[in-house]
Nanobody
Framework: QVQLVESGGGLVQAGGSLRLSCAAS????????MGWSRQAPGQQRELVASITSGGYTNYADSAKGRFTISGDNAKNTVYLVMNSLKPEDTAVYYCYADVERLVGEFYTDDEYWGQGTQVTVSS
């Protein structure tokens, strides 16, 4: 059974920092990419940052310069360091993994999501 377990969320004052972690287990394929999305109350889920197995990263404009994503392929783990946090960063942060599997003669891509971790930034 595939599991993505997030940790590191919490309450922090504006200007503070948090480090989120996400460990994937039970996978039967190869992780192509992992990343973080977030969803604030009443808002749509938005991509925050992603990283491929080759180390290429992508950030939302709101995260550039403040957040850093990194990964440990050996541990199937992804991290998100968030600095200079703002109240508008308050949201539930979800980890995801894009996994490629060989099914018969073809490759298929599956996406898995964690349960989410709450990040609250007070002003």
């Amino acid at each position: 059974q595939v599991q993505l377990v997030e940790s590191g969320g919490g309450l922090v004052q504006a200007g503070g920092s948090l480090r989120l972690s996400c460990a994937a287990s039970g996978l039967s394929g190869t992780i192509e990419a992992m990343g973080w999305s977030r969803q604030a109350p009443g808002q749509q889920r938005e991509l925050v940052a992603s990283i491929t197995s080759g180390g290429y990263t992508n950030y939302a404009d709101s995260a550039k310069g403040r957040f850093t994503i990194s990964g440990d392929n050996a541990k199937n783990t992804v991290y998100l360091v968030m600095n200079s946090l703002k109240p508008e960063d308050t949201a539930v942060y979800y980890c995801y993994a894009d996994v490629e599997r060989l099914v018969g003669e073809f490759y298929t891509d599956d996406e898995y999501w964690g349960q989410g971790t709450q990040v609250t930034v007070s002003s």
